[in-house]
């Protein structure tokens, strides 16, 4: 009897990641509209309720860590804490104000902690610290997708246009802002690669690259980041999930990085 872990497929978890760990992933809804226009949904209070059960049955009601979609960026969030009152105390949903492997980051560290037998505080707390220690940074070679879906403003996709910028956005308590402005993908790379080595010191860190038909941009960050980054770090490198992808865009890339503790 362990600790059960949830995320919705916003996290980004490669499928063997998940089974190898015992990680349910609840998929998030792509829907196709008129016109070959492609939409997102989030999941509902119901769906969760009852992913949560069935969770709870397998792991002798231990208790379940959640972790979703930033609130800001879906209304999955709101649904699981409306969900979780129907399983008091038990289910833990973590407001993670993220996306991506950021998420799944924090669900493999759980996960892994509830193998060895951890309890429901204990688990959820190395989820809570793992996204605190987490970023996320996205290049997108076209910003309308995510203009569109209000997850950008359009003061920020329009300077990007006219100024002919690339820029890089980071991803910050839910909210997408502008973290660099390059004027080329090869100079925003080494930009990328410039803002994880500031925080990381010479602390290993975890950092996942997904991307939405980069061209092989992906693999030249990983590799950039293979040779910068301390001994000791893990770069992992996967598609983009749809449910991110139909916002972000071909040739989007984007990197999350989990850092060491302070101090350590």
Known sequence: MTVRVVVDSAAGLPREIADDLGITVVDMHVMEEPESEVSTSGLTALELTAAYARQLERGGDDGVVALHLAKTLSSTWSAAVTASAVFPDTVRVVDTDTA????????????????????????????????????????????????????????????????????ILRLHAGKFEVAAKTRTQTKAFSRLAELVMERAGDQPVFAAVQHVDSDGAAEQIASTLDEVLPRGSQVLVEPLVDVLAVHAGLGAVGLSVVFGAEGS
């Open 100 to 167: 991506g492997m950021a998420i799944g980051a924090a669900a493999m560290a759980a996960a892994t902690l509830a193998r060895e037998g951890a309890s429901l505080d204990e688990c959820e707390a190395m989820a809570v610290s793992t996204i605190k220690r987490s970023e996320t940074w996205v290049y997108l070679q076209q910003l309308e997708g995510l203009r569109k879906s209000g997850r950008l403003s359009t003061g920020t996709a329009l300077s990007a246009t006219l100024l002919a910028t690339k820029p």
